[in-house]
């Protein structure tokens, strides 16, 4: 399975980026798709999570009502919208693969798959 990230870039607070990972090698049916974030200095923190299957959605409390997840299972990819961008969600982004969507899904360690990471940065 490999995982290509895109879409980050240098923005004005308030501004929106799309983020785009690209999934290849198999099928992703029963699967969870994340997005986690690790700031300088910081750990790695969980953003937002989808079920493959049914597009279940789970939000961390600091981008509920401002970013939004999905996926378009024809493409195998998965989407982070990220509107209203603060400073502090500065961070290089990164999108995870799981076996499974279930009540762990903001712990890293249950993702197998993982992207290269792209960097948002939102200057004030």
């Known amino acids: 399975v490999q995982l290509q990230a895109s879409g980050g870039g240098l923005v004005q607070v308030g501004d929106s980026l799309r983020l785009s990972c690209a999934a290849s090698?198999?099928?992703?049916?029963?699967?969870?798709s994340a997005w986690f974030r690790q700031a300088p200095g910081r750990e790695r923190e969980f953003v937002a999570a989808v079920s493959w299957n049914t597009g279940s959605t789970r939000y961390a409390d600091s981008v509920k009502g401002r970013f939004t997840i999905s996926r378009d299972n024809a493409k195998n990819t998965v989407y982070l919208q990220m509107n209203s961008l603060k400073p502090e969600d500065t961070a290089v982004y990164y999108c995870?693969?799981?076996?499974?969507?279930?009540?762990?899904?903001?712990?890293?360690?249950?993702?197998?798959?993982w992207g290269q990471g792209t960097q948002v940065t939102v200057s004030s």
């Open positions: 995870a693969v799981s076996p499974s969507f279930n009540r762990n899904y903001a712990r890293a360690d249950v993702y197998n798959y």
């Open positions: 090698g198999r099928t992703f049916r029963g699967y969870a």
